[in-house]
């Protein structure tokens, strides 16, 4: 290369790698053609390593196509861009281009395709990955064990983790993160508890990681109690810790603990600043029943999402104020916000608190013809409950017959419920019937069966209920009965 385009080449490094020409992809593409670098691998491995930071893998693709001649520093950019990008698939199939035209992989290519293999959840994949590792010899490199740890972790495959991590000779506070994480999101709470403990040394996403998964396993008492031992040991919550914390809370009824969550965000400027923030703190305060507070919250948060609006709607039906939370929902479309589904499970469950069922119906249609959402089953089971609690019960027969999914327990009991509230003896049967052949193995679904042939004085039936539970194996649960 002659020194004209040696320094050419310096010149179009220090334009990819400058702040202000980083968004300006196209003119130093443009550069490095006029100057003929657009063979350079070494140019368009940082181009294509700029494009994966700007989530441009597209354009990365199109110039490494162009490359005649790619070299393991170009394909190793490739592949960690793809990896990087939420592309795993196409990290793989990369890989498996360069190995036909016979290029050696190296650690560089590995890490990140061990990366791919964890997000892909593809232990197979990893096996065959981990097995051309160990046939070049780099199954002692630091990064390809940790990912390798992550590999098996995201499989659930924590005996191989285990081994991988035992035969680390330094592991560093990420690997040992991996295995308590690993550990839990495989069912094994305790063992990951176990492992946290031994831990000599934990950041901040370590106690977020055990926090997490114990709220996650319903084990809300511990989760705090560790939020207490991490405070005390000297670790200052983040945002994230904040979000797990919160529910955790409420769930509780820990509502000093809650405030003091506020203030102590407050002080940091989480509330504002984080969006998910103050999303939780909303929700708290609604679960705990502050409205005030929480409408405070929501209303001084500088930016709000799907979720905020949602959070603040859903908290105004579970604390009766239906009529609140319709309104909330059309301020939140007049604001330009779109709503998801959350969003319409929120507003109908406004709607049955507030008995509007012209509104619920409504709301209910516009999911499809104003906002291209197909209702779900939570909205059928909502629309159900809504007709049902104002006396529609062959309204809500018709729409359960009308639904093109299959109708689970909730819906059959809604229907169950409302029609023993008002007197449609013959519809609660059919729906306990129903309600039968969803969960055979549910003796109170016999009970409510049972009760509805009381009612009805119609004893044959239920003697016949009686027998029909022991031909089944079903076993009455203790303190149900079949008269009351």
């Given at each position: 290369?002659s020194?004209?385009?040696?320094?050419?080449?310096?010149?179009?490094?220090?334009?990819?790698?400058?702040?202000?020409?980083?968004?300006?992809?196209?003119?130093?593409?443009a550069?490095f053609?006029?100057?003929n670098l657009?063979?350079?691998?070494?140019?368009?491995?940082?181009?294509?390593?700029?494009?994966?930071?700007?989530n441009?893998?597209?354009?990365?693709?199109?110039?490494?196509?162009?490359?005649?001649?790619?070299?393991?520093?170009?394909?190793?950019?490739?592949?960690?861009?793809?990896?990087i990008?939420?592309?795993?698939?196409?990290?793989?199939?990369?890989?498996?281009?360069?190995?036909?035209?016979?290029?050696?992989?190296?650690?560089?290519?590995?890490?990140?395709?061990?990366?791919?293999?964890?997000?892909?959840?593809?232990?197979?994949?990893?096996?065959?990955?981990?097995?051309?590792?160990?046939?070049?010899?780099?199954?002692?490199?630091?990064?390809?064990?940790i990912?390798?740890?992550?590999l098996?972790?995201?499989?659930r495959?924590?005996?191989?983790?285990?081994?991988?991590?035992?035969?680390?000779?330094h592991?560093?506070?990420?690997?040992?993160?991996?295995?308590v994480?690993?550990?839990?999101?495989?069912?094994?709470?305790?063992?990951?508890?176990?492992?946290?403990?031994?831990?000599?040394?934990?950041?901040?996403?370590?106690?977020?990681?055990?926090?997490?998964?114990l709220?996650?396993?319903?084990?809300?008492t511990?989760?705090?109690k560790?939020?207490h031992?991490?405070?005390?040991?000297?670790?200052?919550?983040?945002?994230?810790?904040?979000?797990?914390?919160?529910?955790?809370c409420?769930?509780?009824?820990?509502?000093?603990?809650?405030?003091?969550?506020?203030?102590?965000?407050?002080?940091?400027?989480?509330?504002?600043?984080?969006?998910?923030?103050g999303?939780?703190?909303?929700?708290?305060y609604?679960?705990?029943?502050?409205?005030?507070?929480a409408?405070?919250?929501?209303?001084?948060?500088p930016?709000k999402?799907?979720?905020?609006w949602?959070?603040m709607?859903?908290?105004?039906?579970?604390?009766g104020?239906?009529?609140?939370?319709?309104?909330?929902?059309?301020?939140?479309?007049?604001?330009?916000m779109?709503?998801n589904?959350s969003?319409?499970?929120?507003?109908?469950?406004?709607?049955?608190?507030?008995?509007?069922?012209?509104?619920?119906?409504?709301?209910?249609d516009?999911?499809?013809?104003?906002?291209?959402?197909?209702?779900?089953?939570?909205?059928?089971?909502c629309?159900?409950?809504?007709?049902?609690?104002?006396?529609?019960?062959?309204?809500?027969?018709?729409?359960?017959?009308?639904?093109?999914m299959?109708?689970?327990?909730?819906?059959?009991?809604?229907?169950?419920s409302?029609?023993?509230?008002?007197?449609?003896?013959?519809?609660?049967?059919?729906?306990?019937?129903?309600?039968?052949?969803?969960?055979?193995?549910?003796?109170?679904?016999?009970?409510?069966l049972?009760?509805?042939?009381?009612?009805?004085?119609?004893?044959?039936?239920?003697?016949?209920?009686?027998?029909?539970?022991?031909?089944?194996?079903?076993?009455?649960a203790?303190?149900?009965?079949?008269?009351?």
């Amino acid at each position: 290369m002659s020194r004209c385009c040696r320094e050419a080449e310096r010149r179009i490094l220090r334009l990819l790698h400058g702040h202000t020409t980083r968004l300006q992809l196209t003119q130093v593409h443009a550069h490095f053609l006029r100057h003929n670098l657009h063979q350079s691998n070494q140019i368009l491995a940082h181009f294509v390593s700029v494009c994966a930071a700007l989530n441009k893998m597209p354009y990365a693709r199109l110039v490494f196509l162009q490359a005649l001649n790619p070299n393991l520093l170009l394909f190793n950019s490739m592949i960690k861009g793809y990896s990087i990008s939420g592309c795993p698939k196409e990290s793989i199939h990369l890989f498996a281009l360069m190995k036909n035209r016979g290029i050696w992989p190296d650690q560089f290519t590995f890490a990140p395709l061990l990366k791919s293999c964890s997000v892909l959840s593809d232990f197979n994949l990893g096996r065959g990955i981990h097995a051309g590792i160990l046939t070049v010899g780099l199954e002692s490199n630091s990064s390809i064990q940790i990912g390798l740890v992550e590999l098996y972790s995201s499989c659930r495959r924590m005996e191989d983790a285990r081994q991988v991590f035992d035969a680390m000779p330094h592991k560093d506070v990420i690997a040992w993160n991996l295995m308590v994480r690993g550990f839990c999101n495989a069912g094994r709470v305790e063992v990951g508890f176990d492992v946290f403990r031994q831990m000599n040394q934990r950041n901040i996403v370590s106690w977020n990681s055990m926090i997490s998964s114990l709220a996650k396993s319903g084990r809300d008492t511990d989760a705090l109690k560790l939020f207490h031992e991490m405070w005390d040991e000297g670790f200052k919550p983040d945002d994230a810790t904040l979000v797990t914390v919160l529910p955790v809370c409420a769930r509780l009824g820990a509502f000093d603990v809650g405030r003091w969550i506020h203030s102590y965000a407050d002080s940091r400027g989480l509330s504002r600043q984080v969006v998910s923030v103050g999303n939780s703190l909303v929700d708290f305060y609604c679960k705990c029943g502050d409205l005030e507070t929480a409408r405070k919250v929501f209303n001084e948060m500088p930016r709000k999402t799907v979720v905020s609006w949602n959070a603040m709607i859903s908290g105004l039906a579970l604390n009766g104020q239906g009529v609140s939370g319709v309104n909330l929902f059309e301020e939140m479309k007049r604001q330009g916000m779109d709503p998801n589904h959350s969003s319409f499970i929120g507003v109908l469950a406004c709607c049955i608190h507030a008995g509007l069922v012209q509104k619920g119906q409504e709301l209910f249609d516009s999911m499809i013809k104003e906002h291209q959402l197909e209702p779900k089953l939570e909205h059928y089971g909502c629309m159900v409950d809504l007709l049902g609690r104002s006396g529609f019960v062959k309204e809500a027969n018709d729409l359960i017959r009308s639904m093109p999914m299959k109708p689970n327990a909730t819906i059959w009991g809604a229907l169950l419920s409302a029609c023993r509230i008002h007197g449609d003896l013959e519809l609660a049967e059919f729906a306990a019937k129903e309600l039968i052949n969803v969960e055979p193995y549910n003796s109170g679904n016999y009970v409510l069966l049972s009760n509805i042939y009381a009612e009805m004085g119609n004893w044959d039936e239920v003697e016949r209920v009686r027998v029909l539970m022991k031909d089944s194996s079903v076993r009455k649960a203790p303190g149900c009965s079949s008269i009351g």
